[in-house]
């Protein structure tokens, strides 16, 4: 299963929920703010480092770029759009708002 969190982490819960009601072999994908889950050394870095044990995680390059983001949680893999469109045709997915 895809699991894709949009919302930041630091004003929302989905993440939490997200990774809380995952599964091993999920994908976890990180788009618009949930991005900034991604940042090594947040506050949300132990609960990404967590979802890593089992699932892996992306974060959506061009989400990355327009956050500024470039220090990631070490696992913590790049995708862009085509990779975004893949994972989609290839798994079932959830959006967790």
């Not at 949930?34 to 947040?42: I, N, P």
């Not at 699932?55 to 770029?65: G, I, M, N, T, Y």
């Amino acid at each position: 299963m895809l699991h894709t969190v949009n919302k930041s982490p630091f004003q929302n819960t989905s993440l939490e929920s997200c990774v809380r009601f995952s599964r091993p072999g999920d994908v976890i994908l990180l788009i618009e703010d949930g991005v900034l889950a991604a940042q090594a050394g947040s506050a949300k870095t132990p609960l990404l480092e967590e979802a890593l044990q089992k699932c892996q995680v992306l974060a959506l390059s061009a989400d990355l770029k327009a956050r500024a983001l470039t220090d990631l949680v070490p696992g913590v893999q790049i995708t862009d759009y085509n990779g975004f469109v893949d994972l989609v045709e290839q798994n079932t997915t959830h959006s967790w708002l």
